[in-house]
């Protein structure tokens, strides 16, 4: 029994002997770290351990080396967002950009004549619905408008002007083709050369070009001018009055028949036009009403109670 005993301590220690072996082999490298007990073996596991030091503190400093400070890294975000901003700004504007108009018409913006720098792509930053809006909100340069495009708030130059090399400004310049002459600017439009060297008269946003009865390039407005409302040539009725006025007729006429007369001005309200259609603007005090004509559809109500004490006294 004790011959038994003594046989399973032996192999127990050799199970250990060798385990003990199997890991040194499987990690040789820590062996170089680790004291032996000799002052040589001590000395390079020193050595070891510094060298392994210095190359963590390297790989840091690396690292800082790269890393940014928070100025740095908040001067880098400003940085980044006003890049974004320029190249959206500079989006919209092209986004924005209208067509060159031609001889046709189309009532397109000359694009010549829309400024592009700085200025005008801060304003680009305003949203609108109509050109008071940018009016109202931005400071354009001299010899120039505020208008609203595409939604946009833009700078046009006037008539007869042109944008600075810098795109912020606008300075006086009459075409001259190749021909010599020196083209005409309409009101309300612009003139430019086309590949041939000739005169190309333009109308600005909203406006379309037409030839007057004198043979003359005008640009008119179709949406607002009262003489020209829809089409060219249509004007705006005055406010209907009664198809008579009997202060003006014989008594004995107003006691046998009415007679008629076409529809005249009641003196009341002025003619407008407001997207292509004649209307009538009331002044205060006054309604709008229907009337029973064709030709004046409406009039001026003032509340006295019929449209003859409108007309002449």
């Given at each position: 029994m004790l011959a038994f005993k003594s046989?399973?301590?032996?192999?127990?220690?050799?199970?250990?002997?060798?385990?003990?072996?199997?890991?040194?082999?499987?990690?040789?490298?820590?062996?170089?770290?680790?004291?032996?007990?000799?002052?040589?073996?001590n000395k390079a596991a020193a050595v070891a351990?510094?060298?392994?030091?210095?190359?963590?503190?390297?790989?840091?400093?690396?690292?800082?080396?790269?890393?940014?400070?928070?100025?740095?890294q908040l001067a880098a975000a400003k940085a980044a967002a006003a890049a974004k901003a320029e190249a959206a700004a500079q989006a919209a504007a092209a986004q924005a950009a209208p067509v060159a108009s031609s001889a046709s018409g189309s009532g397109a913006v000359d694009q010549t004549r829309v400024l592009t720098g700085p200025v005008a792509l801060a304003a680009q930053g305003r949203r609108c619905g109509a050109d008071i809006t940018c009016r109202a909100t931005t400071t354009p340069p001299a010899n120039a408008a505020a208008i609203c495009l595409v939604g946009r708030c833009a700078f046009q130059c006037n008539d007869g002007f042109a944008p600075t090399a810098d795109g912020n400004g606008c300075f006086a310049v009459t075409p001259i083709c190749n021909n010599g002459a020196v083209c005409p600017q309409p009101a309300n439009g612009y003139s430019s050369c086309d590949v041939g060297g000739q005169c190309v008269p333009g109308c600005d946003a909203g406006y379309t070009g037409v030839t007057n009865s004198g043979g003359a390039f005008v640009c008119l407005n179709f949406n607002t001018d009262a003489s020209n409302c829809g089409a060219v040539g249509v004007v705006c009725p005055a406010s209907c009055m009664s198809l008579f006025y009997p202060r003006l007729l014989p008594s004995?006429?107003?006691?046998?028949?009415?007679?008629?007369?076409?529809?005249?001005?009641?003196?009341?309200?002025?003619?407008?036009?407001?997207?292509?259609?004649?209307?009538?603007?009331?002044?205060?005090?006054?309604?709008?009403?229907?009337?029973?004509?064709?030709?004046?559809?409406?009039?001026?109500?003032?509340?006295?109670?019929?449209?003859?004490?409108?007309?002449?006294?």
């Open positions: 046989f399973v301590a032996v192999a127990s220690a050799a199970l250990v002997f060798f385990a003990q072996a199997s890991n040194a082999a499987a990690v040789p490298d820590l062996a170089v770290a680790k004291r032996d007990g000799t002052l040589a073996g351990r510094r060298n392994a030091v210095k190359d963590a503190l390297a790989r840091r400093r690396e690292k800082r080396a790269v890393r940014m400070t928070f100025a740095q004995l006429w107003l006691t046998s028949w009415l007679p008629s007369s076409l529809p005249q001005d009641n003196g009341i309200g002025t003619t407008s036009c407001q997207y292509g259609t004649c209307t009538i603007n009331c002044p205060f005090g006054s309604i709008r009403r229907r009337a029973a004509s064709t030709s004046n559809p409406f009039y001026c109500y003032n509340g006295e109670g019929s449209l003859v004490q409108n007309g002449p006294q």
